[in-house]
């Protein structure tokens, strides 16, 4: 069973940055795609940045250049650098695991981050 755990949202200033964190169960990041989603209110869940198992890396037009998605397999943890915030940043954001082979999704519970202007 694959569990996710985030951390590290909170409440910046525009400009500012912030890390997560998602702690994965044992082995999920060397056997999974993983990706960072958000949800802004009245808003669909969108992809962030996404990594896959191979390394390779895809990031919304909205955060290139600013966000940067990384993993340390040894340590069962994804991250989500976020530098340059901006107000419309401010959301919930949730780690993401897919199967490779059967493109089955595990959810975090999510981290509120939220940037004032």
């Known amino acids: 069973q694959v569990q996710l755990v985030e951390s590290g949202g909170g409440l910046v200033q525009a400009g500012g940055s912030l890390r997560l964190s998602c702690a994965a169960s044992i082995n999920t990041l060397n056997r999974h795609d993983m990706g960072w989603y958000r949800q802004a209110p009245g808003k669909q869940r969108e992809l962030v940045a996404a990594?896959?198992?191979?390394?390779?890396?895809n990031y919304a037009d909205s955060v290139k250049g600013r966000f940067t998605i990384s993993r340390d397999n040894a340590k069962n943890t994804l991250y989500l650098q976020m530098n340059s915030l901006k107000p419309e940043d401010t959301a919930v954001y949730y780690c993401?695991?897919?199967?490779?082979?059967?493109?089955?999704?595990?959810w975090g519970q999510g981290t509120q981050v939220t940037v004032s202007s």
């Open positions: 993401n695991a897919r199967t490779v082979f059967t493109a089955k999704d595990y």
């Open positions: 990594i896959t198992v191979g390394g390779s890396t």
